[in-house]
C-alpha cells in the first residue's frame, strides 16, 4: 500500500461508518438489536419514534419493552413463543403482529428477525427490521371490518399454531442437543409445571437425577426462601398465560448455591390452552455478588455517614459549618447551638449573626480563610461576646480553628469551625502566674531574710561569744592570782563557772547549726553509706563500752554527703549520752520502701508515748543538763534536715526497752 493510501485510509473509513450510519437511519423501518437470552433492546434506529412514538432512550432502558410495551395484549403469548423457537432454533423468520403506540394506535408490524450466534454457537443477539405495514394490502390485518379484524386473527393464531408444532416436531432432536451442549439450563416441563423428560442440564448442574428432580421434586434444589415466591410467580404466569419470570437461588451439585435468572414462556395449542413450558436459567450470581456489594458499601457508608454526623453533633467542642464569602451558617453541632441558643445563626450571613464580634478580627480572618485556602489556629484568642444576647459583653477565650471546605475541583466553597471555650483554664492560669509573681516576690524576701539571719547569726555568735571566752579566761587568771586565797568550795564555784561558759558557747553553736539546717547547698555525690558511718563513728570517737554494730548490706546513694552525715552524727550521739548503760549496743541499720528507711536502735531507757513528738522541739530534753550534758537542740536539727529534703523522722519507743530512731531518706 503506497503512502497516500495509507493517509487516506482513515478517512475512507470514516466516510464510509457515516453513509452506513445515514443509510440505517434512513431507512423507512425501525432497525434494532435486542440480547437474546435478556431480550432487552440493545440498538433502535431513529425511526421508531417516527413509527410508533416511544423514545429511543425508553426501548433501550426499560426491562421488558417489546413485551410489555409494544405487542397487543391477543398477540403477545404467540409472538413471544415464535422469538423463544427461534432463539432455540437458532433460525430465520418472519411474522407480523400490531403493535400499540405510544398515543393508543393499533400500528401492524411486519417484523425479520435473525439470530446471531456466539463463538461457541450458542443465540447471542437478535437482529430484525420492523415495518409499518398497516396500509399494505397483503396485510393478515388488511381487512377493516371488527370482523376481518376477527378472522384474521384467527388465520394469524391458526397459522402460528401450525408453524411452532411443525417447528417443534423438526427441531426435537436439535433441541435436546442444544440443552446438552449450552452452558445455561434449558428445560422443558408439562403444562402445570412439573417435569417429566430427563433435563441434562439440570441434572448436570444441581446433581438431581431424574429421579429426585422428575414432578416436582426440581423445588427440592430451590432454596427454602425462595420457594414461596418461586411457587407465587409460577402461579401468576400460569394463570394469565404469561412469561414465567423470576430470580431465586439454586442448589449446585457441590451444596453451593447460585442466583439464577428464570425466564420460560408457555407453549400454547390451538386453542389457546398451554401444552408445555420451556425456560432458562442463567447465573446471575456474579452480578448479585457486585449488587450485594454495592448494598453493603451502601450502608457501609450510610452508617459511617450516620456515625459522622452523631460523632459531629455529640462532639465535645463548638463545630459549625459556614458556605460561601458571606459565611452563612448551614450547620452547627448541639454544643454550638448552646453556646448561641438566645440567637438564631443559621441560614444568616455571619456577620449579621455574630454583630457583637464586630472589630474583634474575626470577620476578616474568615476571609482570609476562605481567599487563600489556608487553615487558621487561634489559641486563646480573646473574644468581647454578648453570650445571653442582652447587649452585655462578656469576655471569653478561646482555642479555634477556621478550616477551609474544598469541593472536588479544589476550589473552597466554605469553613469549619472548630471551637473549644478556654476562658475558665486562662483565667486559672492567669490567677496561677499571679500567684507565682506574689510567691517569686516572697521567696526573694525570704531568701534575703534567711541571708540577714545567717548574718546575724554569725555575728551573734561571735558577739555573744567573745565575752564568754572573756568571761572564762578571767575567772582563770582570778583563780591562778589568788589561788592560796581559795577555798575548795571557791574553786569548785570557778569551775561550775567555767562550765557554764561553755555550755553557753555549745548553745550558741546549736542555733547557729539549727538556722543554717536544710538551707546549706551542697553537691549531689555518690555516698556509700557504710563508708559515712565508718566515718562519723571515728569523729564521735564513742568510749570503749559503747558497741556500735552496722547492717552489713548499707546502700551507695547519689545524695548530699553533709545532711546525712549530721543526721547520723546527731542520732548516734544522742543514743551514747542517754543510753546511762555500762554496756551500750547502737543498731544502725536500714529498709528498702518507696524511698530509703534508715534507722538507729539502742538499748537505753527508752521513751515514754508521751514524750515522742515533744523531743523533735528546740531545746527540748527529758534529763537535765546537769545530769546529761546536751543543748536540745540535736533532734531539732534532725528533723529540719530530714523534713527539708521530703522525708519523715520519727521514734519508736517504750520506757526500759531502748529506742529506735527511724528516717526516710530519697536517693
Request: charged share 25%.
Amino acid at each position: 500500500m503506497s503512502e497516500t493510501q495509507l493517509q487516506t485510509a482513515p478517512s475512507t473509513a470514516e466516510t464510509q461508518l457515516t453513509r452506513f450510519v445515514e443509510l440505517v437511519q434512513g431507512i423507512d423501518a425501525i432497525v434494532w438489536e435486542m440480547d437474546a437470552v435478556t431480550w432487552r433492546f440493545t440498538f433502535v434506529s431513529d425511526r421508531a419514534f417516527d413509527i410508533l412514538g416511544y423514545p429511543v432512550s425508553q426501548w433501550l432502558n426499560e426491562p421488558n419493552f417489546w413485551q410489555d410495551r409494544i405487542l397487543h395484549p391477543e398477540d403477545r403469548n404467540w409472538c413471544v413463543n415464535f422469538c423463544a423457537i427461534a432463539i432455540n432454533e437458532g433460525r430465520e423468520g418472519e411474522f407480523q403482529y400490531r403493535a400499540i403506540a405510544s398515543d393508543g394506535r393499533i400500528v401492524l408490524i411486519k417484523d425479520v428477525v435473525r439470530v446471531v450466534k456466539d463463538e461457541c454457537d450458542r443465540p447471542k443477539l437478535l437482529r430484525g427490521l420492523m415495518v409499518d405495514i398497516t396500509n399494505c394490502k397483503d396485510s393478515i390485518y388488511g381487512v377493516s371490518t371488527e370482523k376481518s379484524w376477527q378472522l384474521s386473527c384467527e388465520r394469524a393464531a391458526g397459522m402460528e399454531v401450525e408453524t411452532v408444532q411443525s417447528a417443534l416436531r423438526k427441531s426435537e432432536q436439535r433441541y435436546r442437543s442444544l440443552i446438552e451442549a449450552t452452558a445455561q439450563i434449558i428445560w422443558d416441563t408439562k403444562a402445570q409445571g412439573e417435569l417429566v423428560t430427563p433435563q441434562p442440564g439440570w441434572s448436570a448442574f444441581t446433581g438431581q437425577t431424574y429421579e429426585e428432580y422428575k414432578g416436582w421434586g426440581w423445588l427440592n434444589a430451590i432454596h427454602p426462601d425462595d420457594q414461596p415466591h418461586t411457587a407465587q410467580a409460577w402461579e401468576t404466569a400460569l394463570a394469565n398465560r404469561t412469561l414465567y419470570q423470576v430470580e431465586h437461588r439454586l442448589r449446585q451439585k457441590d451444596g453451593e448455591y447460585r442466583y439464577m435468572s428464570v425466564r420460560g414462556v408457555p407453549v400454547l395449542e390451538a386453542d389457546g390452552s398451554i401444552r408445555e413450558w420451556v425456560g432458562v436459567h442463567t447465573d446471575i450470581t456474579k452480578r448479585k455478588q457486585v449488587e450485594e456489594a454495592r448494598d453493603r458499601a451502601l450502608a457501609e457508608a450510610q452508617a459511617a455517614r450516620a456515625e459522622l454526623h452523631r460523632v459531629f453533633m455529640q462532639a465535645p467542642a463548638a463545630i459549625a459549618i459556614t458556605r460561601g464569602s458571606n459565611h452563612v451558617t448551614e450547620t452547627a453541632n448541639q454544643l454550638y447551638m448552646q453556646i448561641v441558643e438566645k440567637r438564631d445563626i443559621l441560614g444568616k450571613p455571619a456577620r449579621e449573626a455574630f454583630w457583637d464580634l464586630q472589630g474583634q478580627g474575626f470577620f476578616e480572618l474568615l476571609d482570609r480563610v476562605y481567599a487563600s485556602g489556608e487553615p487558621f489556629v487561634g489559641k486563646e484568642m480573646q473574644a468581647m461576646f454578648d453570650r445571653n444576647n442582652d447587649g452585655i459583653l462578656e469576655e471569653s477565650f478561646w482555642n479555634f480553628v477556621y478550616q477551609p471546605l474544598l469541593d472536588v475541583d479544589g476550589k473552597v466553597y466554605g469553613i469549619m469551625t472548630h471551637a473549644v471555650e478556654v476562658t475558665e483554664q486562662v483565667r486559672s492560669r492567669q490567677e496561677q502566674e499571679k500567684k507565682a509573681e506574689a510567691l517569686t516576690q516572697l521567696t526573694e524576701a525570704l531568701e534575703r531574710s534567711n541571708r540577714e539571719l545567717d548574718q546575724f547569726a554569725y555575728i551573734a555568735s561571735h558577739d555573744l561569744k567573745a565575752p564568754l571566752r572573756a568571761i572564762a579566761n578571767l575567772s582563770e587568771w582570778i583563780e591562778e592570782d589568788v589561788a592560796d586565797q581559795l577555798s575548795d568550795e571557791s574553786r569548785q564555784h570557778m569551775n561550775l563557772l567555767r562550765g557554764r561558759v561553755h555550755r553557753m558557747e555549745a548553745l550558741i553553736d546549736g542555733i547557729l547549726q539549727y538556722s543554717r539546717a536544710g538551707r546549706v547547698p551542697t553537691t549531689i555525690e555518690t555516698v556509700n553509706v557504710s563508708t559515712l558511718l565508718d566515718e562519723v563513728i571515728e569523729l564521735l570517737d564513742p568510749p570503749a563500752e559503747v558497741s556500735i554494730i552496722l547492717q552489713s548490706d548499707m546502700p551507695t546513694l547519689k545524695t548530699q554527703r553533709v545532711p546525712l552525715q549530721q543526721i547520723f552524727m546527731n542520732l548516734i550521739n544522742n543514743a551514747i549520752k542517754y543510753s546511762q548503760r555500762p554496756d551500750v549496743r547502737i543498731d544502725v541499720g536500714f529498709r528498702m520502701g518507696k524511698s530509703y528507711e534508715f534507722s538507729v536502735t539502742d538499748n537505753g531507757q527508752g521513751i515514754a508515748p508521751e514524750y515522742h513528738q515533744r523531743i523533735w522541739g528546740i531545746f527540748q530534753r527529758l534529763e537535765s543538763r546537769d545530769k546529761v550534758e546536751g543543748t536540745g537542740i540535736g533532734l531539732s536539727v534532725v528533723k529540719k534536715i530530714v523534713e527539708s529534703r521530703g522525708g519523715r523522722v520519727w521514734v519508736e519507743s517504750e520506757p526500759g526497752a531502748g529506742a529506735t530512731f527511724r528516717f526516710t531518706w530519697n536517693n
